[in-house]
């Protein structure tokens, strides 16, 4: 006969469950392991180091283009915005009652050549005459005086006649350099020279200045560091010039120093200094706003970090640093410039600092980290 088992011996295997789950120990918190963070030492390199300054460029040459004779607008004979060479036409005006004045002074001039001319002929033969006492003095004296006065016509009917030409040059406005045109301000057919008639601008963007300004501070670290190079004035305006427009990456256009003014002004404690680039490309043009840099030194020893391992708060930039017992710390620096990705540090940190490069919200002062070591322009990239 089968045999079930009964309500006590349920009641019994519950109770040796129940014993054996007490003799287990308690639950125990486990701290969790620390976070992970990149590290990196700080890059030891030769840098060179740059003024920065923000200018403007400007035109080498811009000249406004003036009738300088009275007359009707003939031609035109440029594009508006074109590029000229010097020398080109560009505008003409009616050349006809100039040319017409130049050829009365031509002959003019003929006229007092050929009474010159008739003039010394009998100069010379009174002088003669009066060598062989034939002729009087004061008939050599009247043919010296005529032939004076013919020589003193002649020079003037000279310069009249230069004068003519002068006047009938200016009916063919040139471009006096190479450049670019504005739009033209007259047309065909309108009367200038009347009054001082503008007819448009030329301006010359190749070459070009980039003109700037630097502060009172920079001018004397400028001028201790030349006398100790032996640098002259001469030297200082050869000195390379980088800038870069809005909108561009780093500072693609070369040139070099062109001027630097004598003086430092007084009510803003700047001085005015102006390089020169070929902006042979013609991408530049005057009145853009741009990036300027000057190296000053090369070869300078620096340490830089990764631009991304800076933070800043109300004490300053500063640098998150793991110590040897991988404990974070927060240090305060003093940046310099940027370098690619790297940022020169001044003060602040040692070379065997290890700076939180990656996991910067996972690294808190005072907290530990399990830091992993890489390179600083691993960490940049």
Do not use: W
Request: glycine share 8%; net charge negative; with cysteine.
């Amino acid at each position: 006969m089968r045999r079930f088992p009964t309500y006590t011996g349920y009641a019994v295997a519950l109770g040796l469950v129940v014993l054996m789950a007490g003799c287990k120990k308690g639950n125990q918190f486990v701290p969790p392991p620390p976070p992970k963070v990149s590290v990196a030492k700080p890059l030891a390199e030769k840098i060179t180091r740059y003024l920065t300054a923000t200018g403007n460029t400007a035109a080498v040459n811009s000249v406004d283009l003036v009738a300088r004779v009275e007359g009707f607008l003939q031609g035109i004979s440029f594009i508006d915005g074109a590029e000229v060479k010097a020398g080109d036409t560009l505008f003409t005006i009616e050349p006809l009652p100039y040319d017409a004045k130049l050829q009365q002074a031509r002959a003019a001039e003929d006229s007092a050549r050929a009474q010159l001319v008739n003039a010394e002929f009998v100069f010379n033969q009174q002088q003669s005459l009066q060598r062989n006492s034939v002729a009087s003095v004061t008939s050599l004296q009247a043919a010296l005086a005529t032939r004076d006065t013919d020589r003193a016509n002649l020079a003037q009917a000279q310069a009249t006649t230069q004068l003519a030409a002068i006047t009938y040059a200016y009916t063919r406005v040139l471009a006096p350099f190479d450049g670019r045109m504005s739009a033209h301000l007259v047309s065909v057919g309108s009367l200038v020279g009347t009054t001082p008639t503008i007819l448009a601008t030329i301006v010359q963007i190749r070459p070009i200045y980039a003109t700037f300004t630097v502060s009172e501070q920079d001018v004397q670290r400028i001028r201790e560091q030349a006398i100790q190079e032996g640098l002259t004035r001469a030297q200082l305006v050869t000195i390379p010039i980088e800038i870069g427009l809005q909108g561009e990456t780093g500072y693609p256009h070369t040139g070099h120093l062109d001027y630097v003014a004598p003086t430092v002004d007084p009510s803003t404690g700047t001085l005015v200094v102006r390089g020169i680039l070929d902006n042979t490309n013609g991408l530049l043009l005057p009145g853009y706003f741009v990036r300027v840099r000057v190296p000053l030194a090369t070869g300078v020893a620096a340490m830089l970090v990764p631009d991304v391992a800076l933070s800043a708060d109300q004490g300053g930039v500063y640098v998150l640093v793991v110590g040897k017992d991988n404990i974070v710390a927060q240090r305060h620096v003093t940046t310099g410039p940027l370098e690619g990705r790297l940022r020169v540090i001044e003060t602040g940190l040692a070379p065997d600092d290890l700076v939180v490069v990656d996991g910067l919200q996972r690294a808190v002062p005072g907290q530990e980290v399990d830091p992993a070591t890489v390179s600083a322009p691993d960490a940049a990239q």
